[in-house]
């Protein structure tokens, strides 16, 4: 994710306590050297860009590189790590500098992408591309940044009339804190597309694990409150990486804005920071992630350090309704939902209020604080109470702000908040969603996730599956290595950010197939 | 320079034992801290560009930069050295990288001109230009590459929507050998624009004077045997850094190639190396260099060492003589003399040869060497006989090549070779070559510091000191601080590498002013 509003007079809460105990928690990141498989030749394939196969990998000792020639070597699979590699001159006694660019890519089009071209929204600093000159030959360069890919350019923009330059010892040392040799096979009778989603799925959040949950490690490399959700409770059926989920807890808790709000996301480097972007949603997400967390491993110390700063969140979003129980809706970018434009959030945000308040009763009854769990479920009924006003029986949608709008993510939200409390009329209101097909559709993987969970959790598995696959299987097919963080099959270019070119390619809140596989059809 | 010739079937002969000479005389660098003196713009006036005053350096502080935002320092002279900067984010925490690129200029149409835009022959990477990525803010960058430059650019390519940077505590460790506490102030009767030539001068030959004499610090940052012998003349009238002409002279003679050829240049990183390529004038310059070091110095042990190397250039120099005692003209690139477009090099080689024999037979006189003192006295009469082949008594000037070409450089030559061993004659020479002024005209200051030396050493101080403020007296109005390795008053863009971008403005060839003033004009 990449918002940019931020909130008014921000101050950060630090409790040393908590950023004591996720500091202890900080994984050592497993190591892995991966070196190219081939060189490719990027084509265009009628709209899309794919590799193809150029030569054996041993053949690159034997290129030799001056002014304006390029190799692009494929890494077989998308990695996130360290590249390092030695530069060796051929001819005479190199009297100029070598100037090189790198690029890598995610996909293919990466590496196509001009980035002179760029005037997206957000970071240019984004684009994974380097200009390096380097004075004395041979060299090993070892680059020093952490980058995100399965394909690297290297161009040489010149060395000189004189000499070349040889490409070798090429090595990725890639990086993550999740072991896959935790994660178990699937049963044999899993459906094969099943299976390659699967393995997708899981090689996306490996590529996330690192230090923290990161929403993408190409963009933003950060913790985001919303992908932690998603990739907690993938963790919990695959990598087995809890105590990653409660370093993030605690961070986040350790870590609040002004009122003990939790934050939408968090930097650990060069110090723990929490953002200064709040957001309706994914503050209420701390409540549902230490929900899960607790139901996954019983870590009791952990419920009890950090379920004040759950309760927190329910007071500051319960005071958000009106007095018919309604979230008010705001002008401004105030809960995030999904990237699609124009979604009016209203109607979801007053899903997710219930969704986590049904997460905050059960903290309260671990604990058998009466007063909470009356208080809670006082919120609960009159949030339920205000969503059924937003429910327009005639046209059988719930309703999002002034304009009355109806999106694919309010109905989504509404269910999953169980709202009807009624397994029959939810599956009812999805089937309906779908027959009617409202304009305000769902844009990216993890609101497409909550769909999913929401069919698969009404009894509608066999549309559940079908939709994962007219989804996460038409990326398969578009060639993903990883499921990316933007995805829409009716418009391929979709970005919320001015240009594709900073899309995230393995994106967090995208591992939604292992969770769906893993929990529901097995 | 920059030349792309190579020899044929190129071997290094490495004499260990001058190795160690010269490597036990590599200096330590002097390391002087340099901050930038003002916030300017570059702006144009009429053809040329220059410098104005911005604001204060104390409001860099002030400048918050973002996406396309830049700043250009003025260090306040020329300096060679390695450059860090603090970078400190204001605004929300970083929530991308900063993305920067950094130009450095030894003059101000460097920050101006479009790296995209070269096509120069000669390799891309020594136009002073990075891009850098910053993940984690704020950030100490210190570069790791030298720079010789006056101006520094940094424009930030992209921050964030969120935040923005300052540019703190930068600073520049300047290096040099040379230290300028040795040299001699002017008389205080000096005339004035004679003291700031003199000044620029110094420098110019400091900024090259660094473990070795570079030819000039921006490019080529090596070791031109050309280069060499007039910053040896300049360095024994000023900064008395003899130590360092001997390592240069020890690491010529300890890596010769094929017969014992002195190369054209020699590179010591990563290792010491001579270039595969050969000069007829550059490998006899050896000659005179160490002919003018014994001079200065008296080193008895480095003339014993040497002279054998020294002798081998005048056997393999002697043997391009004709029956006539002519030297052989090539098609090849075999000899430089100067930049001139169309400049045939036999005349001005045969000059140099009966100039580098006159030294051979100083050195051989040294020792007493009565056999080397006869056959070199054989070769000086056999070459002046020739060089009087060349003389067109009609035209009273000396001839070059099978078009009998009369240029500029063959008459300063047979002047400095004394061929007519008559200072009258001499002196008419030049007057004639002046009043007529050949079309192949001189274009380098090296070639203008033989032209401004044979008139003095000829008794036309008066002309010497016109001339050399009608040539650097002019770079100077054009806003030199150091010598240019090219100019030409009447065409401002000459440049033999097919872009200006890659000229090197502070080049050692071109520190003579310091060496006529001081050696002839006090």
């Not at 908040?417 to 993890?446: G, W």
């Amino acid at each position: 994710m990449a918002i940019t509003n931020s909130i008014e007079n921000f101050e950060m809460i630090i409790n040393e306590d908590f950023i004591k105990k996720a500091n202890a928690l900080t994984p050592e990141l497993i190591q892995t050297e991966v070196i190219p498989k081939q060189i490719v030749n990027i084509v265009q394939d009628e709209k899309n860009y794919k590799s193809v196969f150029q030569a054996n990998i041993d053949e690159l000792k034997n290129i030799k590189m001056g002014r304006n020639d390029l190799v692009v070597l494929d890494f077989g699979n998308h990695n996130v790590g360290y590249v390092k590699f030695r530069l060796v001159p051929v001819g005479s006694p190199p009297d100029a500098p070598a100037y090189i660019r790198i690029k890598f890519g995610e996909i293919p089009i990466e590496i196509i992408e001009d980035s002179n071209e760029y005037d997206g929204d957000i970071g240019k600093g984004w684009i994974q591309e380097e200009f390096i000159h380097i004075d004395v030959l041979p060299a090993v360069i070892e680059m020093p940044r952490r980058y995100a890919f399965r394909y690297m350019e290297i161009k040489v923009i010149d060395t000189s009339p004189k000499y070349k330059v040889v490409l070798e010892d090429v090595l990725c040392t890639a990086v993550t804190s999740g072991d896959i040799s935790k994660v178990t096979h699937l049963p044999s009778d899993m459906e094969i597309d099943l299976v390659e989603m699967d393995k997708i799925a899981l090689r996306t959040i490996q590529g996330c694990m690192q230090k923290g949950y990161e929403d993408g490690p190409k963009r933003d490399r950060r913790l985001w409150i919303g992908d932690l959700r998603l990739q907690a409770q993938t963790n919990y059926v695959t990598f087995h990486n809890d105590n990653l989920v409660k370093h993030d807890l605690y961070l986040y808790a350790g870590l609040t804005m002004n009122e003990g709000r939790v934050g939408a996301c968090l930097f650990t480097n060069p110090k723990y920071q929490v953002d200064d972007t709040a957001l309706f949603d994914y503050s209420l997400f701390f409540v549902s992630i230490l929900y899960d967390y607790y139901v996954a491993t019983k870590d009791e110390e952990t419920r009890k350090d950090l379920s004040a700063t759950a309760y927190q969140q329910i007071e500051l979003a319960a005071r958000e309704m009106d007095e018919d129980g309604i979230v008010k809706d705001k002008e401004t970018w105030w809960c995030f939902i999904d990237w699609a434009d124009g979604l009016n959030k209203q109607a979801g945000a007053q899903g997710i209020l219930i969704y986590a308040l049904r997460h905050a009763i059960k903290l309260a009854e671990w604990e058998n604080n009466t007063e909470k769990i009356e208080r809670y479920n006082k919120y609960l009924q009159k949030a339920i109470t205000g969503a059924m006003k937003l429910w327009d029986a005639e046209k059988g949608f719930f309703i999002s702000g002034s304009e009355r709008q109806i999106s694919w993510a309010s109905q989504v939200w509404m269910v999953l908040a169980n709202v009807f409390d009624d397994k029959i009329k939810n599956a009812q209101l999805l089937e309906h969603t779908i027959a009617v097909n409202p304009k305000i559709r769902m844009v990216t993987p993890y609101m497409y996730h909550h769909f999913i969970e929401a069919l698969v959790q009404n009894n509608r598995k066999e549309e559940a599956i079908k939709f994962m696959r007219s989804y996460w299987g038409e990326m398969v097919k578009d060639g993903a290595d990883t499921f990316w963080e933007l995805y829409d099959p009716i418009d391929k270019n979709v970005t919320p950010y001015g240009s594709k070119m900073v899309n995230s390619y393995c994106h967090a809140w995208s591992c939604s197939p292992s969770y769906i596989i893993r929990k529901y059809l097995m």
